[in-house]
C-alpha cells in the first residue's frame, strides 16, 4: 500500500452547526511528492471507518479554518479526532501571518489562484445538495462534487504559495 505523506481535506456540509447539520461531502487530496490520489466521501457513505481508511498512511492535513470548522465537525458527527490522529495544519492562520484575510476563495483571488467555478460558495453548496435530495438533481450532485474537488486541490496550491 503506497504511503501518501500529506492529506489536503475539505468537508461540505448542510449548515454551520455540527448539532443540527450532516456532513455530505468529504474530499480528500492524497500527495506524496509527484505521486497523488483524489477520495471523495458523500453521505450517506461517511463513515469514521472510510474517512480513517481515506487517511490510512498520511502524516499531516491541511485544512482552510479546519480547526474551527472542518475538524470540529467531523469529530461531532463522526466521533473523529482528527486533531489526535494526525498532525493539522490550518493554512488560513499562515495566510494570516501574510496578512491575507477572508475566506479560501478571497485569498485565492489575491495570490492569483485559479477557480473555475467562480459562481459557487459555502451556501450554494448546501442549496446543491438540497437540489439533489429532494429533486433527484445528479447535475447539482455533480457541480457539488466539482466545488468540493476544487477546494481541496486549491488547497495544495495555496500551501505551495504560501509554504
Known amino acids: 500500500m503506497r504511503?501518501?505523506?500529506?492529506?489536503?481535506?475539505?468537508i461540505e456540509t448542510t449548515g454551520l452547526s455540527p448539532?443540527?447539520?450532516?456532513?455530505t461531502v468529504i474530499g480528500i487530496h492524497l500527495t506524496n511528492g509527484l505521486d497523488s490520489?483524489?477520495?471523495?466521501l458523500v453521505w450517506p457513505g461517511i463513515t469514521a471507518d472510510r474517512l480513517s481508511?481515506?487517511?490510512?498512511?498520511?502524516?499531516?492535513?491541511?485544512?482552510?479554518?479546519?480547526?474551527?470548522?472542518?475538524?470540529?465537525?467531523?469529530?461531532s458527527r463522526l466521533g473523529l479526532d482528527l486533531t489526535g490522529l494526525f498532525r493539522h495544519q490550518d493554512l488560513m492562520y499562515d495566510?494570516?501571518?501574510?496578512?491575507?484575510?477572508?475566506g479560501l476563495k478571497c485569498v485565492e483571488r489575491q495570490l492569483g489562484i485559479?477557480?473555475?467555478?467562480?459562481e459557487v460558495n459555502g451556501y450554494q453548496a448546501v442549496i446543491l445538495w438540497w437540489r439533489y435530495i429532494n429533486d433527484h438533481d445528479r447535475d447539482?450532485?455533480?457541480t457539488l462534487l466539482d466545488y468540493n474537488k476544487e477546494d481541496v486541490i486549491n488547497l495544495k496550491a495555496l500551501k505551495e504559495v504560501l509554504l
Do not use: H, M
Request: hydrophobic content about 40%.
Open 3 to 10: 504511503q501518501y505523506l500529506e492529506a489536503f481535506l475539505d
Open 19 to 23: 448539532e443540527y447539520g450532516e456532513i
Open 37 to 40: 490520489r483524489f477520495v471523495q
Open 53 to 75: 481508511e481515506a487517511l490510512a498512511g498520511v502524516d499531516v492535513i491541511y485544512t482552510y479554518n479546519g480547526s474551527r470548522f472542518d475538524l470540529p465537525f467531523i469529530c
Open 95 to 102: 495566510c494570516w501571518r501574510k496578512n491575507l484575510y477572508g
Open 114 to 118: 485559479p477557480r473555475r467555478l467562480t
Open 140 to 142: 447539482a450532485l455533480a
